[in-house]
Structure formats: C-alpha cells, structure tokens
C-alpha cells in the first residue's frame, strides 16, 4: 500500500532533550515535507525537499533541522526541544515539485509531540 | 507574501449542495489551485486540483475564477463524512520556490 509513515505517533518529552520524528515513503517520491498544525493557526509548513540532500526552509524552520541521505526517509530533528513546539506534525510527499501538473501530496497520519 | 483566505466555518445539511470559497488572489500564473481536507483525527487527504477551467472528479468539483484569483469548491450533495476542515493551498515562490502556505481553512459542518 502506498503510503507515508511516520513515527512515533505520540510523544511526551522534557525541555532540552533531542528527539527525531521520522518520516519514510514508499511511493519513490522526489518531494516531501513536514507541517506543524495548532489550533487557530492551521497547517504550517517547516522545511521541505526537493530531492536528496536538497532542503530548505518553510514558514517555520526556527528549532528544526532536517536532513535527507535517501530519497524514502526525510527526518525531522528537534535539537532542543522547548514548550512552544508542543504541536500535531504531519509529513508529506509527493512525486515532483507541488503547483505544476498533478503533484498531489500524500501525508502522513501524524505525530502529537508534547514538550514539557 | 503569499495568502489564501477562506470562511472560518460553514454549515450545510446532508444531501445538499456545499460551496467553499477562496481567495488566492497572489497566485502565481502557471501554478495549479489545490484543495485538501481534513477528516477528524486524520492528515490531511487530496481532494481536486485544477488550473484554469472548471474540474470535477468523483468528490468534488471545482470552479475557478477567469482572473484565477479565487476559487470555489463545489459538494454536490454534502453527506455526514465531509464534515472536514477544507484548505486551499498555494505556493509562496517568492519566498521559497516549494514554500507552500495552506491557511486556517474551512471547517465545514454538516447535519443529518
């Protein structure tokens, strides 16, 4: 079944302690993505890839790193996670770059992470 | 910076006609218009897609505006299973050439 997996699901953590929510596909999609989601503010995008090794920022990159060493997995890293991150993250992928011809986005179920 | 603008919310009945506005009015000229939803406790799901003329598909329809400044998605009958939260989506190239900006959206209520 094509579909994009995320883990883990829920998450309760501390301040300060490094967490990585992972993130694979297994569509050979070239896109993929990750959004925060809070109440009142909608789905927020934090980084994006266009294709291994090609990453770059979103509306919210500020406490996130990503990376992407294979074209299946695009992990997202919380260095230092802090309260203000607590939020439902979702991951995406899709075949080519989003807005041309028909790129449609396929996420993930998501993952509730509480910092605390 | 790029903005959609769509209602907080919308209430319709089952079997009724839906129609769901946005405002997109900073699109770029080549980009398609994109709308999802949201089902409770779920990620956000494709709905229709289009660039310049009107789209229908199995779920939905799609009326875009001849300036492609707004757009308008069509349920044709709504049932108890499209009560969601509906996004437009646009791209924001000139901040990021895949920076993708979905808004708050429509959280469209439905009842029996």
């Known amino acids: 079944e094509a579909q994009v997996t995320q883990n883990p699901r829920y998450l309760i953590t501390v301040t300060g302690k490094k967490l990585t929510v992972t993130c694979s596909q297994n569509?050979?999609?070239?896109?993929m993505s990750w959004y925060r989601q809070d109440p009142g503010l909608g789905l927020r995008q934090i980084y994006y890839?266009?294709?291994?090794?090609?990453?770059d920022k979103g509306d919210v990159p500020e406490g996130y790193k990503v990376s992407r060493k294979e074209k299946r997995n695009f992990p997202l890293i919380l260095e230092s996670p802090s309260p203000n991150q607590t939020s439902l993250y979702f991951c995406?992928?899709?075949?080519?770059?989003f807005g041309s011809g028909a790129n449609v986005l396929t996420f993930g179920a998501g993952s509730r992470l509480t910092v605390l | 910076d790029a903005k959609t603008t769509q209602p907080n919310s919308m209430e319709s009945n089952e079997e009724e006609p839906v129609h769901l506005p946005c405002n997109h009015s900073?699109?770029?000229?080549?980009?398609?218009i994109h709308w999802y939803r949201q089902l409770p406790s779920q990620g956000p799901e494709y709905v229709i897609h289009?660039?310049?003329s009107n789209v229908n598909n199995r779920m939905a329809s799609l009326a875009i505006a001849e300036d492609r400044k707004s757009s308008t998605l069509i349920l044709h009958r709504a049932t108890l299973r499209d009560a969601a939260v509906y996004y437009c989506?646009?791209?924001?190239?000139?901040?990021?050439?895949?920076?993708?900006?979905f808004g708050t959206g429509t959280r469209l209520l439905v009842s029996p």
């Open positions: 995406a992928s899709s075949f080519s770059f």
């Open positions: 569509m050979n999609h070239e896109y």
């Open positions: 890839s266009m294709n291994v090794e090609v990453t």
């Open positions: 900073t699109i770029s000229g080549t980009d398609y």
């Open positions: 289009g660039l310049t």
């Open positions: 989506i646009l791209r924001d190239p000139i901040t990021g050439f895949q920076k993708l900006v």
